[in-house]
């Protein structure tokens, strides 16, 4: 078979998944607001965010997470301190203050909760504890005496920074994103030009931080700007710079507040529910952002290899070798897609060697150029089953089932259940579940999948692939997490609950052959804004639903136009991109959009990202409509609308796919925008 839409199914990580999606089929959020003003883009999580596998699971382990609040006030009279909730608190346990710090309490210190009380002020239920500052025979000691005050205190019931089960995996235009910790930020100091939070840990003097808006209590720093750790003062100070790996701190003033900050990328936190997972982003989510994660529970074994595309761009120098971060072993070699400024590179003109992570040219390809290694990690880690959205092999068909009981039997040696003599030399010991009448286990098979619905018993986890291991009779049979592996540790439990047996199998794919088909490029000369049309110098070829990428040509700065969008794609040596932007002390990088007020000088290099509404920097669109007639074509943006345009006169290109590959977007592929050249033929293992 030739010509074919390629469908992509990717499973990535530990085999348990509790959360797989991206941006074009789960919501994101933008211009979110905290109690001191904007914070950061997120996506929420349908899953929660501390959990164990025995208790539905979370994105993190229980015990690693933070727990923090705020105090409003401290009364003399009763020397209680009034609290925003008392979630994660316990007698006896560690509390510490900081920031704008009430009633005589001591920042920084290691405090004892004495009690918890919640009483009703005027039908208001308020949330109140006393502390000691000692610890007595593991009790807390003599209650600390308070004066009255009211403000705004930061109180720290855990010190954590979500400890996750498997790390997750977080792909934005096809570009893994870097984890790392998000911290609250209390307080500046002026002495030692510290920013004080509650801990370091989990942060590196080096790495990239950015500020919500809540940083603007310190005038010094900006917010939603990239600033590195300087240095570390002691277990939770630290000073920053503007440049990396400078040792010149930023100047500070004492100032008291609330902002939190992200290192690298993104970091994944309680949302404001205190129950389900969200991810924070240190850079803004735009529009056509395309980003594709997952999120991992606990899983037993445990298995942390995934398997996902991912690309790496290196600047070509002129060498015949060049060196691989990401992971090349296995069928990589032969699989991977190397590219040279776009052009797909014959695997006769490299070598790629997985013992040392190099790719090696026979001739060296001219500098000045981009070389792209796409690579898929751990193959071994792929495997193509799943109950939604996807059509399988004919008589794959799936079963409904309800489960009545999960039952434990564990029997000792001369320990016999129903009295008597036990001649049975070893333990005894079976996890078993029970079908609900009339169902039966007549259609199982050893090996087979299994998926469980809510509401779930026995501690079996809904919506994750299980595998039968015995089917002991008519109705009895036990299950394992892997094929033929232990059984399942369940509890006595009833119930109703629906599982679905005989999931689609899709065959194993054993090969894929890539073969290299250019697209059709036209220019582009007018948008027009009565019709939302595009006028093309010809529509031959071009079929409704094909894909459809406009591109632009790179500018020196002096040839920027006053109110266009322009992407950094060079940063040059000498331009001035602060005063391109009408900006001040942003230190600008690669792939950042700029709005221009003056046009600019030097050796920089900036790509109109718009031409008539129409977004040149990458984004997909879909050939909607064509009017052969007056060679004008609509598209569809990612959002699947029509693309509203304005009235625009210019000369821009479009690349169309050779195939028609709407479906490829919403299949879920994260980086299907770069390859629209590629036809494919997938062999299936029979």
Same mark, same amino acid.
């Given at each position: +078979?030739?010509?074919?839409?390629?469908?992509?199914?990717?499973?990535?990580?530990?085999?348990?998944?509790?959360?797989?999606?991206?941006?074009?089929?789960?919501?994101?959020?933008?211009?979110?607001?905290?109690?001191?003003?904007?914070?950061? #883009?997120?996506?929420?999580?349908?899953?929660?965010?501390?959990?164990?596998?025995?208790?539905?699971?979370?994105?993190?382990?229980? *015990?690693?997470?933070?727990?923090?609040?705020?105090?409003? /006030?401290?009364?003399?009279?009763?020397?209680?301190?009034?609290?925003?909730?008392?979630?994660? +608190?316990?007698?006896?346990?560690?509390?510490?203050?900081?920031?704008?710090?009430?009633?005589?309490?001591?920042?920084?210190?290691?405090?004892?909760?004495?009690?918890?009380?919640?009483?009703?002020?005027?039908?208001?239920?308020?949330?109140?504890?006393? &502390?000691?500052?000692?610890?007595?025979?593991?009790?807390? *000691?003599?209650?600390?005496?308070?004066?009255?005050?009211?403000?705004? +205190?930061?109180?720290?019931?855990?010190?954590?920074?979500?400890?996750?089960?498997?790390?997750?995996?977080?792909?934005?235009?096809?570009?893994?994103?870097?984890? *790392?910790?998000?911290?609250?930020?209390?307080?500046?100091?002026?002495?030692?030009?510290?920013?004080?939070?509650?801990?370091?840990?989990?942060?590196?003097?080096?790495?990239?931080?950015?500020?919500?808006?809540?940083?603007?209590?310190?005038?010094?720093?900006?917010?939603?700007?990239?600033?590195?750790?300087?240095?570390?003062?002691?277990?939770?100070?630290? /000073?920053?710079?503007?440049?990396?790996?400078?040792?010149?701190?930023?100047?500070?003033?004492?100032?008291?507040?609330?902002?939190?900050?992200?290192?690298?990328?993104?970091?994944?936190? +309680?949302?404001? #529910?205190?129950?389900?997972?969200?991810?924070?982003?240190?850079?803004?989510?735009?529009?056509?952002?395309?980003?594709? =994660?997952?999120? $991992?529970? @606990?899983?037993?074994?445990?298995?942390?290899?995934?398997? %996902?595309?991912?690309?790496?761009?290196?600047?070509?120098?002129?060498?015949?070798?060049?060196?691989? /971060?990401?992971?090349?072993?296995?069928?990589?070699?032969?699989?991977?897609?190397?590219?040279?400024?776009?052009?797909?590179?014959?695997?006769?003109?490299?070598?790629?060697?997985?013992?040392?992570?190099? &790719?090696?040219?026979?001739?060296?390809?001219?500098?000045?150029?981009?070389?792209?290694?796409?690579?898929?990690?751990?193959?071994?880690?792929?495997?193509?089953?799943?109950?939604?959205?996807?059509?399988?092999?004919?008589?794959?068909?799936?079963?409904?089932?309800?489960?009545?009981?999960?039952?434990?039997?564990?029997?000792?040696? #001369?320990?016999?259940?129903?009295?008597?003599?036990?001649?049975?030399?070893?333990?005894?010991?079976?996890?078993?579940?029970?079908?609900?009448?009339? $169902?039966?286990?007549?259609?199982?098979?050893?090996?087979?999948?299994?998926? $469980?619905?809510?509401?779930?018993?026995?501690?079996?986890?809904?919506?994750?692939?299980?595998?039968?291991?015995?089917?002991?009779?008519?109705?009895?049979?036990?299950?394992?997490?892997?094929?033929?592996?232990?059984?399942?540790?369940? =509890?006595?439990?009833?119930?109703?609950?629906?599982?679905?047996?005989?999931?689609?199998?899709?065959?194993? &794919?054993?090969?894929?052959?890539?073969?290299?088909?250019?697209?059709?490029?036209?220019?582009?000369?007018?948008?027009? @804004?009565?019709?939302?049309?595009?006028?093309?110098?010809?529509?031959?070829?071009?079929?409704?639903?094909?894909?459809?990428?406009?591109?632009?040509?790179?500018?020196?700065?002096?040839?920027? @136009?006053?109110?266009?969008?322009?992407?950094?794609?060079?940063?040059?040596?000498?331009? !001035?991109?602060?005063? %391109?932007?009408?900006? /001040?002390?942003?230190?600008?990088?690669?792939?950042?959009?700029?709005?221009?007020?003056?046009?600019?000088?030097?050796?920089?290099?900036?790509?109109?990202?718009?031409?008539?509404?129409?977004?040149?920097?990458?984004?997909?669109?879909?050939?909607?409509?064509?009017?052969?007639?007056?060679?004008?074509?609509?598209?569809?943006?990612?959002?699947?609308?029509?693309?509203?345009?304005? #009235?625009?006169?210019?000369? &821009?290109?479009?690349?169309?796919?050779?195939?028609?590959?709407?479906?490829?977007?919403?299949?879920?592929? =994260?980086?299907?925008? !770069?390859?629209?050249?590629?036809?494919?033929?997938?062999?299936?293992?029979?």
């Amino acid at each position: +078979m030739t010509n074919l839409e390629i469908v992509d199914v990717y499973e990535v990580g530990n085999g348990y998944q509790i959360v797989k999606s991206n941006t074009k089929e789960s919501p994101y959020k933008t211009n979110n607001e905290a109690s001191y003003g904007t914070t950061f #883009d997120s996506i929420p999580l349908p899953c929660n965010y501390v959990g164990s596998e025995s208790t539905g699971s979370g994105a993190v382990r229980p *015990g690693t997470e933070p727990i923090e609040t705020i105090a409003t /006030t401290t009364l003399a009279n009763s020397n209680t301190i009034t609290v925003e909730s008392v979630e994660g +608190m316990l007698v006896n346990g560690q509390i510490s203050f900081y920031g704008n710090v009430l009633g005589g309490l001591t920042e920084d210190q290691t405090y004892y909760i004495k009690t918890i009380t919640t009483t009703t002020d005027t039908g208001t239920f308020v949330n109140r504890i006393t &502390i000691s500052a000692t610890l007595v025979s593991g009790k807390a *000691g003599p209650t600390v005496t308070l004066t009255t005050e009211s403000g705004s +205190m930061n109180c720290v019931v855990q010190v954590g920074n979500g400890l996750y089960w498997t790390d997750p995996i977080v792909i934005k235009k096809g570009v893994r994103l870097t984890s *790392g910790e998000s911290f609250y930020v209390y307080r500046t100091k002026a002495t030692t030009n510290t920013v004080i939070t509650n801990t370091l840990s989990g942060l590196n003097e080096g790495d990239p931080i950015v500020f919500d808006y809540g940083i603007t209590f310190c005038p010094e720093i900006t917010p939603f700007t990239t600033y590195y750790v300087c240095k570390f003062v002691d277990s939770n100070e630290f /000073t920053i710079t503007t440049t990396q790996g400078s040792s010149t701190p930023v100047t500070l003033s004492n100032r008291y507040g609330q902002a939190r900050f992200i290192s690298n990328d993104y970091d994944i936190v +309680m949302s404001s #529910d205190n129950i389900t997972a969200e991810i924070i982003f240190a850079e803004n989510i735009i529009p056509s952002d395309y980003i594709a =994660y997952s999120v $991992f529970g @606990e899983k037993q074994p445990s298995d942390t290899g995934y398997t %996902i595309p991912e690309t790496q761009i290196i600047p070509l120098n002129g060498n015949t070798t060049y060196t691989l /971060t990401n992971f090349v072993g296995g069928v990589n070699p032969t699989n991977a897609i190397v590219e040279i400024n776009g052009v797909r590179q014959d695997i006769a003109t490299y070598t790629i060697l997985p013992e040392s992570n190099v &790719i090696t040219f026979g001739a060296g390809p001219p500098s000045g150029q981009n070389l792209t290694v796409t690579s898929y990690n751990n193959t071994q880690e792929q495997y193509f089953n799943t109950l939604y959205e996807v059509s399988g092999q004919a008589g794959a068909t799936s079963e409904s089932f309800v489960v009545e009981s999960t039952t434990r039997v564990e029997e000792g040696y #001369d320990d016999p259940l129903s009295g008597g003599y036990d001649d049975t030399p070893y333990d005894y010991l079976i996890n078993y579940l029970t079908l609900a009448n009339p $169902f039966s286990t007549d259609t199982f098979s050893v090996g087979q999948t299994l998926v $469980f619905g809510n509401p779930t018993i026995g501690d079996v986890q809904s919506n994750r692939k299980y595998y039968i291991l015995q089917i002991l009779n008519s109705t009895e049979f036990t299950i394992g997490s892997t094929p033929g592996g232990v059984e399942v540790t369940l =509890y006595d439990d009833t119930g109703s609950m629906p599982t679905l047996a005989n999931s689609i199998n899709v065959a194993e &794919i054993i090969d894929v052959d890539n073969t290299i088909n250019p697209g059709i490029q036209i220019t582009i000369t007018n948008t027009y @804004e009565s019709n939302n049309r595009i006028q093309c110098n010809t529509v031959e070829g071009i079929i409704v639903g094909a894909y459809i990428e406009f591109q632009n040509v790179r500018i020196p700065p002096d040839q920027i @136009e006053v109110g266009d969008i322009y992407r950094i794609e060079l940063l040059g040596q000498d331009t !001035n991109w602060n005063t %391109i932007a009408g900006t /001040t002390g942003i230190t600008y990088k690669v792939g950042d959009f700029v709005t221009a007020v003056e046009a600019g000088t030097g050796d920089g290099v900036a790509l109109q990202a718009y031409f008539g509404d129409l977004n040149t920097a990458g984004a997909p669109y879909t050939v909607a409509d064509i009017d052969v007639a007056t060679k004008t074509i609509q598209v569809y943006d990612f959002e699947d609308e029509i693309a509203q345009l304005v #009235d625009y006169s210019g000369t &821009i290109y479009g690349i169309v796919g050779a195939t028609q590959s709407k479906n490829l977007w919403n299949s879920g592929r =994260y980086s299907v925008c !770069n390859y629209y050249y590629r036809t494919t033929t997938l062999l299936y293992r029979k």
